[in-house]
């Protein structure tokens, strides 16, 4: 028997349905929630990951003080007297709150309160800064309000979706697998993809525009002008519901499709292709994301796409609309309660004096927040110069995530206090705490979240929260009460706070505001136990509605959109020392800094180290070959080692690294130190896509490749990568060889005992060395290191870690570092879902499957969460090709 409990994921915006049964061992399984509205069962490799994760190693399970336990009590009185003393001493804007896209809407909405009305600072911000914040601005200058007006079901009603700056087969997989169904149902709607890279949802496409980065502004203002001179403006609509037309389409300048290919570095005839399809379809959904938002021109890019909806009438109808596609899992919530430093509680601003008294009145709070406090950047810019004092940052790990992130790490080291709460301990973010409070994590925590299309969603726990881990909002509570405040924070718990936030959100709300959860003021605990998945708004007479602005309707002071006159920018002449621009993003299979992906063996075994996508032909001319290291440098003086991945995929000039790996996971690959903290003037959101770099290929003495039992300790190279794998670890590295030789670094490393059987292998002339080490039948560790490439099949390498090894005489064959001709090698692992690798899709295409659904037949791979399928063709596309010649 099993308990089955329906939550939702805690990965990106989509917020699927997740149903995790217990065993009667205790042992976790999950699986889609088939009548959840955002995936109807569907879930991505690493929703499907999740009971992988759940593991305790590494997790904060008590307070410390300075890296020492202490009781709660003690680290709560610490916390709240620094604060108070700080605030009394310095005021209130010398304390901060870094919070998260993690945290849950009650969370979110204590924090929120207890800084803003409680210690009278706006200084509250967000990792969703990172993420949304241009979105934000985006609505707000155009709508009046943020809003997302569009809904899911919009996709599999469009008869064309445009994907703007958006990899949603990888970022979004189980809403890329919703649109793929809805096309292979209707193969007459078109998939227009706008993006730099050739990304795995070009597969998707009937049409790739590869801009040049920060090209849809002018892209979108070229669009504008051909909507306007072929007559595809909705007049009736825009004399009824909007202002500013004219104001934007000069704005525009009515560029040529020469000057817009000139502008994007987009052929012409794709541009003609683009304006063609987007003139001639009424249907529209545009969906962006952080190739949108993570710009330095990023809120005018949300506005030129919104002004040529707003112009065609092309929003709040089925099949029609902007999609701003969020990335976590509750950026939505924490704006809907204020969680921006810009931002008041239930979307009310912050700048607007009637609002200000508003919520003052409502949390019978004895100040308000009466200007917007420090937006990310300048938050840590503050703690950087002294001004803040100290900081508490929950649930994020800004030393990884933030721009120019050694100097974030440096300003946390030598700000005064701060305090972190975190489900980790040795994020690179909390060893710089000097309190570190154990957070509640996914399937210990109840609350609730929002995803993308506004649907608000419970989060249920499954299991106890371990030793003395305790959720978000009870910290912030017991920190309200011993400043004073015990009346105003005393919450019961979650449905207290929920109701309080619903209540909040219709409190003399007359229409003029979008947010409403009021049909469920007064809900008690009982009915927050069992709420289904909702969409709001939800008003007091129980009327909702999916979608908005069909009829007008905005939440402008004259309830009419604005449509924001953008002038396309000037092209940035490039520094010749640093002239490829680094794009900045995520993988399929991890999450953010890895503090829960990076548990998972197989979500780690696609790719298990960072690495560097670059045009073969900027490669060649850089001296650069596939899998070699590459030193990435900025202007700022730092540099990264990663690996190179050479795809034509990427366009000339510009590389890809992802941004999840940390100090804990490959300290030579934090990609973010490299990047600039400049900022869009409007949103304050960081530009992470449009750092300018060198490359160049990095040489090193040795290089080497570990399988091990558990993980090494002493890593003294100057590169490193280390992932998780069936039976323990796998390390990549480069450097020097250590002084005391490789088998007293590796006995030393993994603490390996004296009656290990140990046996090694040496070629000198070309440096190579092999270990291995095994305790009774088992693989304790085998080492592969030379004086150039490791040529090893990493995955059999480490499925050896698995295996029975009884046979003596067989133990030498691992030193070959792959298995004997004709036995099994899977090859590098393509479908996480299943642990297929490509060899064996190789093996399927020679032995005659030609589509991906016969991949599927014989391998199960792609047949899940299907994330992987792009994949699969193009191998079986490359395995044909070489057949047929």
Not at 567 to 574: H, L, S
Not at 624 to 653: F, K, P
Request: charged residues 20%; proline residues 5%; contains cysteine.
């Amino acid at each position: 028997m099993s308990c089955e409990t329906k939550t939702t994921c805690p990965y990106c915006g989509v917020g699927c349905g997740v149903i995790a049964a217990v065993d009667d061992e205790g042992k976790v399984s999950v699986r889609g929630d088939p009548d959840h509205p955002a995936n109807f069962g569907r879930l991505c490799s690493k929703g499907s990951a999740l009971a992988e994760t759940l593991d305790l190693e590494g997790r904060a399970l008590h307070p410390e003080i300075h890296g020492q336990p202490a009781a709660w009590d003690e680290a709560l009185d610490l916390v709240a007297s620094a604060f108070q003393r700080t605030i009394a001493d310095h005021g209130p804007d010398s304390v901060a709150f870094y919070v998260s896209g993690q945290l849950l809407t009650e969370d979110y909405y204590v924090a929120n309160k207890l800084m803003k009305g409680f210690i009278g600072s706006a200084n509250i911000d967000t990792n969703s800064r990172l993420c949304m914040a241009s979105s934000v601005a985006g609505h707000r200058r155009a709508f009046g309000s943020d809003t997302v007006p569009a809904c899911y079901e919009d996709l599999e009603l469009a008869d064309l979706v445009v994907l703007v700056g958006s990899n949603m087969a990888w970022c979004h997989p189980v809403l890329f697998q919703r649109l793929a169904a809805a096309k292979a149902a209707r193969p007459a709607m078109n998939v227009v993809v706008i993006d730099p890279r050739r990304t795995a949802t070009c597969d998707l496409a009937d049409l790739h525009l590869p801009v040049r980065a920060d090209g849809d502004v002018a892209l979108f203002n070229g669009l504008l002008g051909y909507l306007a001179d072929s007559g595809t403006i909705d007049l009736d609509y825009m004399a009824k519901h909007t202002t500013g037309f004219p104001e934007a389409l000069r704005a525009a300048g009515h560029p040529s499709i020469h000057d817009v290919s000139e502008a994007t570095g987009v052929p012409t005839i794709l541009i003609r292709q683009f304006f063609s399809i987007f003139g001639n379809t009424n249907k529209v959904v545009t969906c962006y994301s952080q190739g949108v938002n993570q710009s330095s021109v990023g809120t005018d890019k949300v506005n030129v796409i919104l002004n040529c909806h707003l112009a065609t009438g092309r929003i709040g109808q089925p099949g029609m609309g902007p999609l701003s596609l969020t990335g976590q899992p509750n950026a939505m919530g924490g704006r809907e309660v204020g969680g921006l430093a810009n931002m008041l509680a239930a979307h009310m601003a912050i700048e607007n004096p009637v609002h200000r008294e508003r919520v003052k009145r409502f949390w019978k709070s004895p100040v308000i927040a009466d200007k917007p406090g420090l937006k990310a950047v300048d938050m840590f810019d503050a703690v950087a110069d002294g001004r803040i004092k100290a900081i508490w940052i929950m649930s994020t790990n800004p030393v990884v995530s933030m721009p120019d992130a050694d100097r974030v790490k440096a300003a946390l080291r030598t700000c005064p206090f701060v305090v972190v709460s975190d489900i980790q301990t040795d994020t690179d973010t909390a060893r710089l705490a000097h309190v570190l409070l154990p957070t509640a994590g996914w399937g210990e925590k109840s609350g609730t979240v929002t995803n993308s299309e506004r649907r608000v969603s419970r989060q249920r726990p499954f299991l106890p929260a371990p030793a003395e881990a305790r959720a978000d909002w009870w910290q912030l509570a017991e920190i309200g009460k011993r400043l004073g405040f015990s009346a105003e924070f005393d919450y019961e718990g979650p449905p207290a706070i929920f109701a309080e936030h619903a209540a909040l959100s219709a409190f003399e709300n007359d229409g003029q505001r979008d947010f409403d959860l009021g049909g469920h003021i007064g809900m008690d605990a009982s009915t927050y136990d069992t709420l289904a998945p909702f969409q709001w708004p939800l008003r007091k007479d129980g009327s909702s509605t999916p979608r908005f602005f069909a009829e007008g309707g905005f939440f402008t002071a004259d309830r009419r959109a604005c449509l924001v006159p953008v002038a396309t920018p000037a092209k940035v002449e490039a520094d010749s020392r640093f002239c490829f621009t680094l794009n900045t993003g995520r993988i399929r299979d991890q999450w953010h800094t890895m503090t829960r992906t990076g548990k998972s063996a197989r979500l780690s075994a696609h790719y298990a180290e960072p690495f560097c996508e670059i045009h073969p032909t900027d490669a060649q001319n850089a001296g650069i070959g596939d899998a070699d290291l590459v030193r990435v440098a900025a202007a700022n003086g730092r540099s990264i080692v990663v690996r190179a991945l050479l795809t034509e995929r990427q366009m000339r000039g510009a590389i890809f690294v992802p941004m999840h790996w940390t100090g804990e996971t490959a300290p030579s690959a934090r990609v973010d130190t490299l990047v600039s903290p400049h900022v869009d003037p409007i949103s304050g959101q960081p530009a992470l896509k449009m750092a300018s770099v060198s490359l160049a290929r990095y040489k090193a003495e040795f290089h080497g490749f570990l399988v091990a039992a558990m993980r090494p300790t002493d890593l003294p190279f100057a590169y490193w990568a280390i992932a998780r794998t069936e039976g323990g670890y796998r390390l990549e590295f480069a450097g020097d060889m250590p002084t005391d030789g490789w088998d007293a670094w590796l006995r030393r490393s993994l603490q390996l005992g004296r009656n290990l059987d140990m046996s090694g292998y040496v070629d000198e002339k070309v440096g190579d060395h092999r270990l291995l080490a095994f305790e009774g039948e088992r693989l304790s560790a085998a080492l592969y290191v030379s004086a150039d490439t490791v040529s090893v099949s990493r995955q059999w390498a480490a499925d050896q870690l698995m295996q029975v090894h009884a046979d003596h005489n067989l133990r030498s064959k691992l030193f070959a570092g792959r298995p004997e001709a004709g036995r099994p090698d899977k090859g590098a692992i393509v479908c996480s879902c299943y642990s297929v690798g490509v060899n064996e899709i190789n093996a399927a295409a020679r032995s005659g499957c030609r589509s991906v659904e016969a991949v599927g037949a014989v391998l199960n791979a792609g047949t899940n969460c299907g994330s992987c399928r792009p994949e699969i063709r193009r191998i079986l596309d490359a395995t044909h090709c070489l057949a047929a010649e």
